[in-house]
């Protein structure tokens, strides 16, 4: 769904309506603010285009049409970082969402936040984890989907942190031994 806001200031209107498009279809015409006669109404519905790909964003003798924005919501923000990390490391591959998927993904959102100082703050360190996701041990950076990433996030952030490449300290103890003998 697509929405626009139009603006009429000209002689004998004042109004501000928002158009709603649905899959490219006009779908819906609301008042925000109205000081409009009845036929100027009738012959706004008249001129407003059935379909989106006909409706042009500019201004024009008092009538102004420009695309309502919305800002992304904070989940929006983080699945978007996830989504683009994921279609780089996937070879191409969409995401699936579901509800687990989605549960996780808050539960993350709330522990970066609970050791944040800010929600910003927390962002930031999302998109560093997605960035360095080459320093975390190959066993864990197979592990993609975002119930994994909840479940190993603090084993995430420690490698990211202080590098997790290389073997573990198990595997260099072995090595150790075997090269003495």
Do not use: C
């Amino acid at each position: 769904m697509n929405n626009y806001i139009l603006t009429i200031t000209s002689k004998g209107a004042d109004a501000v309506f928002k158009l709603t498009y649905k899959d490219g279809v006009f779908f819906r015409l609301e008042a925000k603010r109205q000081d409009f006669k009845e036929n100027q109404r009738d012959r706004l519905m008249q001129v407003i285009p059935h379909l989106e790909k006909g409706l042009e964003i500019n201004s024009y003798n008092g009538v102004t049409i420009e695309r309502e924005l919305k800002e992304q919501s904070e989940f929006t923000q983080y699945l978007s970082e996830y989504s683009a990390k994921y279609l780089q490391l996937s070879g191409g591959l969409q995401h699936r969402m579901n509800g687990i998927e989605g549960n996780a993904l808050k539960a993350i959102i709330k522990h970066l936040e609970s050791i944040s100082t800010t929600p910003a703050e927390a962002f930031i360190l999302w998109q560093q984890i997605l960035s360095n996701w080459d320093k975390i041990e190959p066993f864990y950076a197979k592990q993609m989907e975002l119930r994994q990433i909840n479940t190993n996030i603090n084993i995430i952030l420690r490698q990211v942190k202080y590098g997790g490449i290389g073997k573990s300290k198990t595997a260099n103890y072995a090595d150790d031994i075997r090269g003495s003998l």
